[in-house]
């Protein structure tokens, strides 16, 4: 059995949420900005965000092993922190079976294996139950729009595509070289999506989103196929993706129905 880690820092959102899931929430020691679940994270001390951290700060803390993101953090970052001396374990979930695995390893790293077992057999559950849900679904176009100005999405090698995907998707733009890459309305309108999807805090459509209306040879424009989902269900890797692809699976679930 792995010793458990008396002192965590975590260096992104969904890392604080995997380790408040596999219950090592009492010892996180520090965090970056925008760990704001489970509300007791908001109660921890941060020590910068994501892609700018305080070292000193870091130090101060004395952690006993600090959580990176690989690509949120960079490469940059990880190395400066290990010359410093600290024990940095960093990973990079890009499917949703890396989120079970990431559940299972936190676990083992901050010796809570047993629950980071018992949460991760639960998530890879509730995956299985809609994978089998989803498997034999008509296939429909999704444009995932994640802002205005310029126009931006994601590729097939997010995590996002691969929600999408699961619940009988087609990321239009899944073979877009960068992760995410900037597109223009043209391409837009050429590929023609049967639902544009966006990123939202609140209960409406964001004026970016609604201006897809100005576009009525766009099928998603034309049939009022324009939705949005809480970011922070999407956008991390944590056990709540499954609460967004959830809601992902019934808003094209209502798009079918209406085709």
């Known amino acids: 059995m792995v010793k458990a880690q008396e002192r965590i820092i975590s260096l992104a959102p969904h890392i604080t949420e995997v380790l408040f899931a596999v219950g090592a929430g009492p010892e996180i020691v520090g965090v970056v900005e925008y760990s704001d679940f489970p509300e007791a994270a908001k109660q921890i001390q941060t020590i910068g965000n994501s892609e700018r951290l305080n070292y000193e700060q870091i130090l101060a803390l004395r952690p006993s092993l600090v959580v990176a993101w690989q690509s949120g953090n960079g490469e940059e970052s990880i190395n400066r922190m290990r010359e410093l001396g600290l024990n940095v374990f960093s990973y990079e979930p890009q499917t949703m079976e890396d989120v079970a695995e990431s559940l299972r390893v936190l676990g083992e790293l901050s010796g809570h294996s047993q629950q980071g077992n018992e949460q991760a057999?639960?998530?890879?559950?509730?995956?299985?139950?809609?994978?089998?849900?989803y498997s034999d679904v008509k296939k429909i176009g999704v444009f995932y729009q994640l802002g205005d100005e310029p126009h931006m999405t994601l590729n097939g090698e997010h995590l996002v595509s691969d929600v999408i995907e699961l619940c009988g998707g087609e990321n239009?733009?899944?073979d877009a070289i960068p992760l995410v890459p900037r597109i223009s309305v043209e391409s837009v309108i050429r590929l023609n999506p049967a639902v544009i999807i966006g990123p939202s805090m609140a209960n409406e459509l964001p004026e970016w989103?609604?201006?897809?209306?100005?576009?009525?040879?766009?099928?998603a424009a034309r049939q009022n196929h324009l939705f949005s989902i809480n970011p922070d269900l999407m956008h991390r890797?944590?056990?709540?993706?499954?609460?967004?692809?959830e809601q992902m699976c019934e808003i094209l679930d209502l798009v079918r129905e209406r085709l």
Request: charged share 30%; aromatic share 14%.
């Open 121 to 133: 057999d639960l998530f890879m559950w509730r995956l299985h139950r809609l994978k089998s849900s």
């Open 172 to 174: 239009i733009f899944a």
């Open 209 to 219: 989103l609604e201006d897809w209306r100005n576009w009525p040879s766009i099928d």
């Open 237 to 245: 890797h944590s056990p709540r993706i499954l609460d967004g692809a």
